[in-house]
């Protein structure tokens, strides 16, 4: 277990805290001078790519780990053509957009990159472990920060003004170091019960989907629903599209000074749903649609990907999260076991 240091200060940051008296809380871009991106070389030449050619990022690479392999691979013509730049090992790598928005890997190869990848190339003032770890934690921040409709997007700009906590480089080091040990174990432990709850994982989930999709009468005569997913329904059920049976109403985008520590109103987002207990909160007063109340049914539509019953007061929803309206002929908790 890490001490306690002596003395603490505010970061003057929000999503940091206090940090000890002798760290500071600066720019990602003072500590990381030079931030690139890279590009995809048209798919549609077959000379470009070779699956015994150059190492080519793209963000479903990313795993929030050590970065050994990339599951496309380009020429060199792709290279010289496009103009492409190689980063180097101990880069740290953050997803800018796409379904892994906000993941991280730390390379420990030469690699292009696609221009969703924004890269942090390692620097002297910094422990590439430890910028890592900042990243790892700075996702929900990140993502808050994030624009854009159906895609949110992180800029390269967003993560060049991210303040992260900067101990002394040899504290740098000791904290990485501790990191390292204490997650192979925690991974270690994580995979023993990963292998112990798969089983029931399953069972859970082919529960649902035969009560969901035959109802709970196992002699009940059963009909082709012509959807493969789906497979046999009983006789009496029909098949329809879902969007004639529900209203999916987006939450709300916030700017950082829009978030307060304290205020009349929660503002839920999609981390509050399952690992994140820290709050923002405001007092504004908007559009009944964007508060979500209790009992509501929800879906997080990016990150954690699921349906979620709300069960507190009055709160508003941010705009990775979908509030559900439905037909009176659909049923909430039917809905929301169909979604699993």
């Not at 940090?19 to 077959?46: D, F, Q």
């Amino acid at each position: 277990m890490m001490k306690k240091y002596d003395a603490y200060k505010d970061s003057g940051v929000k999503w940091i805290g206090e940090i000890p008296n002798h760290w500071e809380a600066i720019k990602i871009s003072r500590v990381h001078p030079i931030i690139g991106s890279g590009t995809t070389p048209l798919s549609s030449r077959e000379d470009y790519y070779s699956e015994k050619g150059l190492n080519w990022l793209q963000t479903g690479d990313l795993n929030n780990g050590l970065i050994t392999e990339t599951s496309k691979k380009i020429t060199p013509k792709a290279v010289d053509e496009c103009k492409m730049k190689f980063y180097p090992i101990h880069s740290v790598v953050i997803a800018m957009y796409g379904a892994t928005i906000g993941k991280v890997g730390l390379l420990d190869i030469e690699t292009a990159t696609n221009q969703a990848c924004c890269i942090i190339v390692p620097s002297k003032r910094i422990c590439p472990k430890y910028t890592f770890y900042s990243f790892i934690i700075a996702k929900e921040e990140l993502l808050l920060s994030s624009f854009g409709g159906g895609q949110p997007n992180i800029s390269q700009d967003i993560i060049r003004k991210l303040k992260v906590p900067v101990p002394p480089l040899s504290e740098q080091q000791s904290i990485a170091s501790y990191l390292d040990v204490k997650t192979e174990k925690i991974d270690k432990m994580i995979a023993k019960a990963e292998k112990k709850t798969e089983y029931l994982d399953e069972l859970k989930q082919s529960l649902i989907t035969r009560a969901v999709t035959r109802g709970l009468n196992p002699n009940t005569p059963l009909k082709d629903s012509g959807v493969n997913w789906i497979g046999n329904i009983p006789m009496h059920w029909d098949i329809a599209c879902l969007r004639f049976f529900l209203r999916l109403i987006n939450g709300r985008a916030y700017s950082q000074n829009e978030l307060l520590p304290s205020g009349k109103y929660k503002v839920l987002r999609v981390g509050n749903f399952f690992t994140n207990d820290s709050w923002y909160y405001s007092n504004m007063e908007l559009e009944p649609d964007k508060y979500c109340d209790k009992d509501d049914l929800l879906y997080a539509w990016s990150a954690s990907v699921g349906p979620y019953i709300w069960n507190e007061a009055k709160t508003i929803y941010h705009y990775h999260i979908w509030k559900v309206q439905l037909a009176t002929s659909m049923d909430k908790m039917y809905s929301y076991y169909l979604w699993h």
